[in-house]
């Protein structure tokens, strides 16, 4: 016989009935837009309807999440309309949500197919030029095509592939804006008709001053980027997609002995619904009747399946193994865990970090100055005696080469792909401005209870003189087999999980604050503490020493009699998780330092603190104190992440830079904490930690970029180093070189290193 598995710790519904989802966002889905100078665009209209609080949209995603209690979704839509811009409202109920999700997908899909049409006929157009261009990069001037037949190549390009770019120029400006699609409008446009001039004022004698190769080679390579780039995003934004495929369209309703399949949408909590072998649970519920074993590991990150039984809580999303279940209904729709979790996430990336905040207000300047910036250098070449033509080119390389694409997705690339990696990994993260100070934590606090403990006792030991440990076992735990004392608890699945088979007890009587009495198998048996023992005239000076010295391990001890004679002791303690050990060794190996507070009595928080090696304990320490001792750590210049299982501890939580629910998935966790661990496992803490350096790492290498381009290119084609053709290539490799950068995060998995079994639940000796 084994122990029955532990639930799972996730995030619990908050009640039976539908959740209040009047102050939550508007989610829109957007489409139209090229760069960063597009999402700022859209915010300032979305903030300039009345009734919106805040407005953010996250160009990676291509969503806009809007903050407006009592106005009317269709409003919000018609604003990004009138900008110029395509805007969808995000479906609420479950089933119309996966399909708009996957409707969304396929018009992205059949987007890049288009694109890829477009390209193929711009590239095969653009490819003489490009021949032509091969002995020009060696100093040799080779004119092998002629004005007309370039006029008949490029013409097709600058209209086919051009006019994605007049169109999104057109709806920039009428709204009073400029976007990338300005940028690649004015410079190509520019390049083509001063060639179209040159033919019709010198003809065929133009050779050699025509620039349609600048022109078709800059949409071409552009187009090529924008193919790259889409399916990096369509790849870095899967996280969200994948937790909405988890859920099934429908479900096996049970009344009575009637069996039916109705859709998801049309579950109520309460009902009952059969889960066959290998299905998706559609709900989340309780079990009622059955055995199997789930697999969650795509909800909270475990990849061992979770056996299940009557009143265990069962998730929707999970895959059941190979036991039927009936499952009672608990939540559905938008109020599942899975649902929940899916939301979060999209939250999370939706959100702008505060660096972003600050690349945004650089980013809507920005077009405007590098037209500023182009106008100039003409002007500056007239002026210092160069002839028009090399002036043109200077101002039209520098047109090309200043796209804000690159800078517009450098922070949210990096924040979709690192948080959709944490979500599979069982990590939430929920605080973009946390994630963004997880990677400075130079000390982690822990809560004892439920944190670095199992948060219940169990028996540790088992002393026995003149018999065996079973036995005296198997009489403790027969006569606490129908109390809900956590102690008795603890000693009933200790013999549980020694496969003991217990006996009817009689006569039982509690003494309150001593123990029990009851008659097993014919013997009176008394389990309890010293007082108890005194009072049933009992000797326990031969178990004096040991006694000691487990209470001195800040264990509680019991003693067992049988017949006015003590057999036994037996202590029991919360019991140290399994990987608390690892996880602690893991955070002071990165230079972290490791506390603990705890409202437990110092004695016990000492033998912990030993046990685990912390840096530092202190206890007790009731809640609304541990805020306080947060405070002074930061006030000392610590950034510190606080741990703790999201209820007692909300306010320390709070009061941290960073506060890690682990394992509870209580809603005052998800509303305090910034990040929350889907399952109690310690190690999760530095993974997460370790998830943060790693996107703010992304982040900072990304915007390096993005502004090296920019910092060296643009002085580069003002002083003619940089021909129009080159430049739309940089252009190009910048945009595509940061969203693949940001890509990598997405191979992101936690290294999490074997916990110390020594230190954790263990079987009990003889």
């Not at 039976?16 to 837009?33: E, F, I, N």
């Not at 479900?251 to 889960?275: F, K």
């Not at 602690?584 to 230079?591: E, S």
């Not at 912390?614 to 610590?638: F, H, Q, S, T, Y």
Request: contains cysteine; hydrophobic residues 55%.
């Amino acid at each position: 016989m084994t122990a029955p598995a532990p639930a799972p710790a996730v995030v619990p519904p908050s009640g039976a009935g539908a959740r209040d989802r009047s102050a939550d966002p508007v989610v829109l889905d957007l489409t139209g837009m090229t760069c960063s100078a597009c999402a700022v665009r859209i915010e300032k209209v979305l903030s300039r309807v009345p009734g919106v609080k805040q407005a953010t949209v996250n160009l990676a995603l291509e969503t806009a999440e809007v903050r407006a209690p009592g106005v009317e979704g269709a409003a919000l839509v018609a604003a990004v309309e009138r900008a110029g811009y395509g805007a969808t409202l995000r479906a609420e109920a479950a089933r119309a949500r996966r399909q708009a999700l996957e409707a969304a997908t396929a018009e992205r899909r059949a987007e890049e197919r288009r694109t890829l049409v477009v390209f193929a006929i711009s590239a095969v157009l653009t490819l003489p030029f490009v021949v032509g261009m091969v002995p020009m990069a060696w100093g040799a001037h080779a004119h092998w095509l002629t004005p007309t037949l370039q006029l008949a190549l490029a013409t097709p390009v600058q209209i086919i592939a051009g006019w994605r770019f007049y169109v999104g120029a057109f709806k920039a400006l009428r709204g009073f804006s400029a976007n990338m699609d300005v940028l690649v409008a004015l410079g190509t446009t520019a390049a083509y008709l001063f060639s179209v001039a040159m033919i019709a004022t010198h003809g065929e004698h133009a050779a050699g001053h025509l620039y349609f190769e600048g022109s078709a080679t800059i949409l071409t390579l552009i187009l090529a980027g924008k193919l790259m780039e889409a399916r990096a995003r369509r790849a870095a934004s899967a996280a969200v997609a994948s937790l909405m495929a988890l859920r099934p369209d429908t479900a096996i309703r049970l009344a009575g002995d009637v069996q039916e399949t109705v859709s998801i949408d049309d579950l109520r909590a309460g009902d009952r619904i059969l889960v066959k072998p290998g299905e998706r649970v559609a709900a989340d519920g309780l079990v009622e009747e059955g055995a199997s074993e789930l697999d969650e590991s795509l909800v909270t990150g475990e990849s061992l399946p979770v056996a299940k039984g009557p009143g265990d809580k069962v998730t929707a999303g999970t895959i059941n193994g190979s036991g039927a279940l009936t499952v009672t209904v608990r939540a559905v729709g938008e109020d599942t865990v899975l649902a929940r979790i899916a939301r979060l996430v999209e939250q999370a990336q939706i959100a702008k970090a505060p660096v972003q905040k600050l690349v945004d207000r650089v980013a809507a300047l920005f077009v405007p100055v590098i037209v500023a910036v182009a106008l100039a250098t003409f002007a500056g070449w007239v002026l210092v005696g160069a002839d028009t033509e090399a002036a043109f080119v200077a101002a039209v390389s520098v047109l090309v080469i200043a796209c804000p694409c690159a800078l517009g997705l450098a922070t949210p690339a990096a924040l979709v792909a690192g948080t959709g990696a944490a979500a599979k990994a069982g990590i939430l993260i929920k605080d973009i401005e946390a994630l963004e100070r997880a990677h400075a934590v130079d000390v982690v606090v822990f809560d004892k209870t439920g944190t670095l403990t199992a948060g219940h006792p169990a028996v540790t030991d088992v002393v026995v003189f003149g018999g065996r440990g079973d036995d005296m076992l198997r009489l403790a735990a027969s006569v606490q087999a129908a109390s809900e004392h956590p102690l008795a608890k603890a000693m009933v699945a200790a013999a549980f999980f020694k496969g003991l088979v217990l006996s009817p007890a009689r006569e039982a009587r509690a003494v309150t604050g001593r123990g029990v009495t009851a008659v097993v198998d014919g013997r009176r048996v008394a389990i309890g503490n010293a007082a108890l023992m005194a009072e049933l005239a009992v000797d326990t000076r031969l178990y004096a020493k040991e006694l000691a010295r487990l209470e001195a391990e800040a264990k509680t001890v019991v003693t067992v009699a049988r017949d006015g004679e003590a057999v036994g002791l037996i202590a029991m303690a919360d019991p140290i998780r399994p990987d608390s050990r690892a996880a602690v060794a893991a955070l002071q190996a990165r230079g972290i330092a490791c506390r603990m507070l705890t409202g437990d009595a110092a004695p016990v928080a000492a033998a912990v603190g030993a046990a685990l090696g912390l840096d530092g304990v202190e206890g007790p320490v009731p809640p609304e104190r541990k805020a306080a001792a947060i405070g002074a750590m930061r006030r000392d210049g610590r950034i510190v992440a606080m741990v703790g299982d999201g209820i007692n501890d909300a306010p320390a939580l709070a009061a941290a830079d960073v506060g890690i629910a682990i394992g509870t998935g209580a809603d005052v966790a998800l509303e305090t904490a910034g990040i929350t661990l889907m399952r109690p496992d310690p190690r999760l803490v530095p993974a997460a930690l370790e998830i943060a350096r790693a996107t703010w790492a992304k982040i900072r290498q990304n915007l390096f970029w993005a502004f090296a381009y920019n910092v060296v290119g643009v002085p580069l084609a003002a002083l003619g180093y940089l021909t129009p053709a080159l430049a739309g290539a940089a252009m190009a490799l910048s945009s595509v070189s940061v969203v693949t950068n940001a890509l990598t995060l997405t191979r992101w998995k936690p290294t999490l290193t074997d916990g110390d079994p020594a230190k954790g639940p263990r079987p009990v000796a003889d």
